[in-house]
């Protein structure tokens, strides 16, 4: 038996915006941004637990405040039966009856539950010596069942739906454990797109990925429809007839105006258009959906939880999925997610980037294939290729795809020094800029 | 020209858990509490803006945080531009580029920005001179347009359609005023039907609640279903048969569970069932409306915004609206939410009790009657008769009536003894139990 002795709380915010890296049409000024917990326990072994939510500046604080209250009732408790029960702790967090009244299971205290449990699950593959996606893959169908919490979504996925999906892919996993190390996972990248860069920049960017490999780009649109359009002819030109690019409105626009601004893009062939309404809006989704079809509409970063996911699934609202490692209450919460799309036999394509986001949600995509939905093909990773220098063990992105992580964890840990230079607002990079 | 001089902020917690008040399926424990602020500025008249979130208990201390997290950009600002364009500074705190990435527009952070939104209005209310309902009803449809933010609801209802309602209800003004002074405005109350009281205190309850002139009951369910039917036997031997009585599972079942109960319990004739499942539900909301029709589904309470509202009337998920005065961002979002429910014809009867939300909300309902929707028969404001005496101005319910409130402001003004009293962890009634 060991006792959490200890759980630090830490306010990292790293000062992007002055270089109008990840301007989009709602951020122009992103400072990304990390509320960042370390669990520590008195076991010889020493190892410790890391895990944080991704803000953009202002609200790290809350966010911060929020992991803090949780941590106050987790010090001083054994670790084993949290890490022997990840599905029953994160059952007693999501459902603590005073704690839900401020979503339920939504915001601010969702998000700070998912670093906790996201953590814990750090810790977890550290003592067994494995990175997450492995830890996660080699579980019986059974135990990564136990994990999940099904609860209101029976009406589209009962729990007998569930295990037969896991049980479908328990077949041939040693293959595509394999495969995967043998082919890596694919990558998509977003740096030619932002909102703030010249055309030239565009172009050079757009070139540059293909020359890496990337099997997609991305661009954020929504702004302004002639630049959109000029920027589109740019990149289609650059990229050639058939290479996948995507858009990004970042809930930019009401339904209508989705319909008929995308209408104007179409023309560029699309490989998809992200989050073009307000995230909350399953039935606008829809409505956008059946209005551009065939080009499928893409979500999910901001959708609050499994409860939305299974709705937009439901109603035909997305056709491509993007988990994210941090909105949701962590990696228990994102398990149900590839269920629902894996029973839906609609793609996950997860939001990443910001800071450390691509380091925690390749595991969830390497688990999906060798556990969950056992496909991979033209499936595709976010990629950013953007302060992964912070992380102990930053991403291995080359020839355009991801490969799997190597080091025990869930790969959420900063180097202690780029904790301690980003502190907010006494560390040295915010006390300079004051 | 005045500055804002001061935003105070403090946890108030009251210990409503040591007596089961507001026991219910999903909240067996709660400590009803107010993360709660106060305006001042350095104008002559000292008049202040109080305003704050309801929470039960654990976490307001989170709530608080992010209060304060708003109110430290907001002293030394000038209050006129703020009172003078509320719509403005509603809009300016809500899409807030790097604050909305915490929700966006749900959760901890719309909550907080609905308080500091109604401190705001209880100042303008003061200054004034008026109960907040009678300044709102004396807008012209323009004026009280420019307060709502319509995004992302034009699919459903554009900016003529909510013009249209307001200039409709601009007529009959003064003699819908007078008669809500003559008649009050329809109360229900939930006293009787707490999970925690015994079958001989619910029976004496309902008889003192028809004794006291209330118009509808409502009885918690969902915890166990013959607990229900003895319960619900009980009620409706006592108030006899068509007295209307309401059932409350507060988001207990998933969609077909809800369905088979419900079936159960309607012979019972129940006038609406609330929150049968997560409030983020829309398309589970729809799916159990058709399955218990023509009892009404009726929720809102934990609805997290006006675009989750939007999607319910969309898609026939509710047949009662319950707005509630501290889960949306404020005064504002709630007027846009009362347009949406009188473009779809679906009535509105709000959410009240914890503490001072009846003294918060029957402003808007009876701004509703006056000036929107133009109705109040069959409505009715939730009622609990319990902690309105820590209010300056508590509601004046009698002969089973809301009466109109007379005092300047918005109503959420508590004694600051109530405030010192109930400071949470150090003040005396805390400091006592610890």
């Given at each position: 038996m060991?006792t959490i002795?200890d759980?630090s709380v830490f306010?990292?915010r790293?000062?992007?915006?002055?270089?109008?890296d990840g301007?989009?049409?709602?951020n122009p000024d992103?400072d990304?941004?990390a509320a960042?917990?370390v669990v520590?326990t008195?076991?010889e072994d020493?190892l410790?637990?890391?895990g944080?939510?991704?803000?953009?500046g202002r609200?790290?604080d809350?966010?911060s405040?929020?992991?803090?209250?949780?941590a106050?009732?987790?010090?001083?408790?054994d670790?084993?039966?949290i890490?022997?029960?990840?599905g029953e702790f994160?059952r007693?967090?999501v459902?603590?009856?005073q704690?839900?009244?401020?979503?339920?299971?939504?915001g601010?205290?969702h998000?700070a539950?998912?670093?906790?449990?996201?953590?814990?699950?750090?810790l977890?593959?550290?003592r067994?010596?494995l990175?997450?996606?492995e830890?996660l893959?080699?579980?019986?169908p059974?135990?990564?069942?136990?994990l999940?919490?099904?609860?209101?979504?029976?009406?589209?996925?009962t729990r007998?739906d569930?295990?037969?999906?896991?049980r479908?892919?328990?077949?041939?996993?040693e293959e595509?454990?394999?495969r995967l190390k043998?082919e890596?996972y694919?990558a998509y990248?977003?740096?030619?797109g932002?909102l703030?860069?010249?055309?030239?920049?565009?172009?050079?960017l757009?070139r540059?990925a293909?020359?890496?490999g990337f099997?997609?780009i991305?661009?954020?649109?929504?702004a302004?429809?002639?630049?959109d359009?000029?920027?589109l002819r740019?990149?289609?030109?650059v990229?050639?007839?058939?290479y996948?690019i995507?858009?990004?409105?970042?809930?930019?626009?009401d339904?209508a105006?989705?319909v008929d601004w995308i209408?104007?893009?179409?023309?560029?062939?699309?490989r998809?258009?992200?989050e073009?309404t307000?995230?909350?809006?399953?039935?606008?989704h829809?409505?956008i959906?059946r209005g551009?079809?065939?080009?499928?509409v893409?979500?999910g970063?901001?959708?609050?939880?499994?409860?939305?996911f299974?709705?937009?699934l439901d109603?035909?609202?997305?056709r491509?999925?993007?988990i994210?490692?941090c909105r949701?209450?962590g990696v228990?919460?994102?398990?149900?997610?590839?269920?629902?799309?894996a029973h839906?036999?609609?793609p996950v394509c997860?939001?990443a980037g910001?800071v450390?986001?691509?380091?925690i949600?390749?595991h969830?995509?390497?688990?999906?294939?060798?556990?969950v939905?056992?496909?991979?093909d033209?499936?595709?990773?976010e990629f950013?290729d953007?302060?992964?220098?912070h992380f102990?063990e930053p991403?291995d992105v080359h020839?355009?795809?991801?490969w799997p992580?190597q080091?025990?964890g869930?790969g959420?840990?900063?180097?202690?020094?780029s904790i301690?230079?980003h502190?907010?607002?006494?560390?040295?990079?915010?006390a300079?800029?004051?």
């Amino acid at each position: 038996m060991s006792t959490i002795t200890d759980i630090s709380v830490f306010d990292v915010r790293f000062p992007t915006s002055r270089h109008l890296d990840g301007s989009d049409a709602m951020n122009p000024d992103p400072d990304y941004s990390a509320a960042y917990l370390v669990v520590r326990t008195d076991a010889e072994d020493g190892l410790e637990g890391h895990g944080f939510v991704f803000t953009i500046g202002r609200g790290n604080d809350i966010e911060s405040a929020a992991i803090e209250a949780l941590a106050a009732r987790l010090r001083g408790r054994d670790a084993e039966p949290i890490l022997d029960d990840m599905g029953e702790f994160w059952r007693e967090l999501v459902h603590d009856s005073q704690l839900r009244w401020l979503g339920p299971e939504k915001g601010v205290m969702h998000m700070a539950i998912g670093a906790v449990v996201n953590a814990f699950w750090d810790l977890k593959a550290k003592r067994a010596g494995l990175p997450l996606w492995e830890l996660l893959a080699r579980m019986s169908p059974e135990e990564i069942l136990d994990l999940t919490d099904l609860r209101y979504l029976s009406d589209v996925m009962t729990r007998e739906d569930a295990l037969a999906i896991l049980r479908r892919s328990a077949v041939g996993r040693e293959e595509r454990i394999a495969r995967l190390k043998a082919e890596g996972y694919g990558a998509y990248t977003t740096t030619p797109g932002w909102l703030g860069y010249s055309d030239e920049k565009l172009a050079r960017l757009c070139r540059e990925a293909i020359a890496d490999g990337f099997s997609q780009i991305k661009l954020k649109v929504g702004a302004d429809r002639e630049d959109d359009v000029r920027r589109l002819r740019i990149a289609r030109e650059v990229c050639g007839e058939g290479y996948p690019i995507a858009v990004d409105a970042n809930q930019r626009w009401d339904v209508a105006e989705a319909v008929d601004w995308i209408g104007e893009l179409a023309p560029f062939d699309l490989r998809w258009v992200e989050e073009p309404t307000s995230p909350d809006d399953v039935l606008g989704h829809a409505k956008i959906q059946r209005g551009i079809h065939p080009t499928p509409v893409a979500t999910g970063e901001h959708c609050q939880n499994r409860i939305v996911f299974k709705q937009m699934l439901d109603a035909d609202a997305l056709r491509v999925l993007q988990i994210d490692a941090c909105r949701v209450a962590g990696v228990n919460e994102n398990i149900a997610i590839l269920l629902l799309a894996a029973h839906k036999g609609v793609p996950v394509c997860p939001h990443a980037g910001g800071v450390g986001l691509c380091e925690i949600v390749q595991h969830l995509s390497m688990f999906d294939f060798v556990a969950v939905s056992g496909e991979m093909d033209g499936r595709v990773i976010e990629f950013v290729d953007h302060l992964h220098e912070h992380f102990v063990e930053p991403v291995d992105v080359h020839d355009g795809r991801y490969w799997p992580p190597q080091l025990p964890g869930a790969g959420a840990q900063m180097h202690q020094a780029s904790i301690d230079a980003h502190l907010y607002p006494d560390g040295p990079v915010w006390a300079e800029a004051v």
